[in-house]
């Protein structure tokens, strides 16, 4: 108990001597002390590698070479401490084994990943850079003893043999802040991050960005539709509930939009949840919950409630679509949501066909609508985002857009995917 209370107490004021610790001179001082213990430390540490390598063939060395290595990680991690704490070196933390999930796992990151090999010729380095401070000290110190020592002072030869006592001094004092220098200059590139976790990081860092991406579009479009649908069906119900001349109060109708504008609001909150729920995920570093995508059966709903708000709208299938990727059936969705909400936002509530056709290993998905039919109550124009969006879209799987005026004063927006692209 007595030893393990000292051994807390000394490891509190070596705390308290790190946290005091700045970049600087003082840092780069305490740098090269600790480098002595350390270095020796570590000359046992290699020392210890080399015994359990020559072990494996009494059958333990394998366990003792996984434990040499683990221990390296953990003084590699010490030493990126040291380097940002007392070098103000930019070392990122290193990559935890442990939290990979399987031994194997671990166990193979461990022997074959590149830091842990890089780590251990830090540590090497820093065996070296012990061995070079200790010569630096005593040499510097058995030339500051033999200028003073048995020597016979007086004042011809006081002044000069202080001046060489310095100069041995400052000397030793440079040597010793050029070799850590030197290891700050290392550091980063053996206790920094290995090129293949760069990669991998910036692959990871490409597909969530990716990710976040489509989820924003998903998002444009579930809640711009369910704003524009609702805004219809609202008009409408307004419509229906206020008299003009002889024309009936129509309280069935005026239920059923508000009917359908409460489930549209259920979707677009279900939609929202379901992107804040991915985001949190991604931001705790967790894989995020699968989720049900549209699909084209889901199309009929879709356009039921814009049928009930006003909108005539038609759908038609044609081919075999029942095998079509899910990939490309969701993008097809998105087309049409995002067609549909065009047509009424541009063009108020003209007769529209939405068309989805197999044609061999294509999918060709059209929302074509006639000329304007009426300007008011419109929701009015949008950002223009959507249609830049789902070009990106249909690029991104090898598709084609083609948007434009028709001939008779119309608008056609034609998307054609290969089924190939729903990765």
């Keep these: 108990m007595t030893s393990s209370r000292s051994a807390t107490e000394l490891a509190a004021r070596l705390r308290m001597v790190l946290a005091a610790a700045r970049p600087g001179w003082r840092g780069r001082a305490l740098y090269a002390l600790a480098s002595l213990p350390l270095g020796a430390l570590y000359l ?39 380097a940002r704490r007392l070098l103000g070196v930019d070392v990122p933390a290193g990559e935890r084994v442990r939290d990979r999930r399987g031994v194997v796992r671990r166990l193979r990151r461990l022997v074959f990943a590149a830091d842990t090999w890089r780590a251990l010729g830090w540590l090497g380095a820093r065996v070296l850079l012990g061995l070079a401070a200790s010569t630096t000290l005593l040499f510097g110190g058995a030339v500051f003893v033999a200028l003073g020592w048995e020597i016979e002072w007086n004042p011809l030869n006081a002044l000069p043999l202080l001046a060489l006592m310095v100069l041995d001094v400052v000397l030793v004092l440079a040597g010793l802040d050029l070799l850590v220098r030197l290891s700050a200059s290392v550091a980063p590139r053996l206790l920094g991050t290995a090129p293949e976790q760069r990669i991998a990081a910036l692959q990871q860092s490409t597909r969530r960005l990716a990710d976040r991406n489509r989820l924003a579009r998903d998002l444009h479009d579930t809640i711009g539709h369910a704003l524009t649908a609702s805004l219809l069906q609202a008009t409408a119900a307004r419509r229906t509930l206020t008299p003009v001349g002889e024309r009936p109060l129509q309280a069935d109708f005026a239920r059923q939009a508000l009917g359908h504008i409460e489930t549209n609001t259920r979707t677009a909150l279900a939609e929202l949840d379901r992107v804040l729920t991915v985001l949190r995920a991604e931001d705790g570093g967790r894989d995020p919950a699968p989720f049900a995508a549209p699909s084209l059966d889901d199309l009929e709903d879709l356009l039921a409630g814009l049928r009930d708000g006003g909108l005539p709208v038609e759908l038609v299938v044609g081919g075999d679509v029942d095998d079509v990727p899910a990939g490309v059936q969701e993008l097809a969705y998105r087309v049409v949501q995002e067609g549909t909400t065009n047509v009424l936002r ?38 223009g985002r959507g249609l830049a969006g789902l070009r990106e879209r249909a690029t991104a799987v090898g598709g084609t857009l083609t948007a434009g005026r028709t001939p008779a004063g119309g608008f056609d927006l034609c998307v054609t995917l290969p089924l190939s692209g729903a990765a």
């Design 346 to 383: 541009h063009a108020g509530t003209p007769r529209t066909v939405a068309e989805v056709v197999r044609s061999g290993d294509t999918l060709v998905v059209r929302v074509c609508n006639e000329p304007v039919s009426q300007h008011d109550g419109r929701p009015g124009p949008g950002g």
């Design 44 to 82: 046992v540490l290699y020392a210890g590698l080399v015994g359990s390598v020559v072990a494996v063939v009494y059958g333990v060395g394998v366990l003792l070479v996984l434990l040499v290595l683990a221990v390296t990680r953990s003084l590699a991690e010490m030493e990126r401490r040291l």
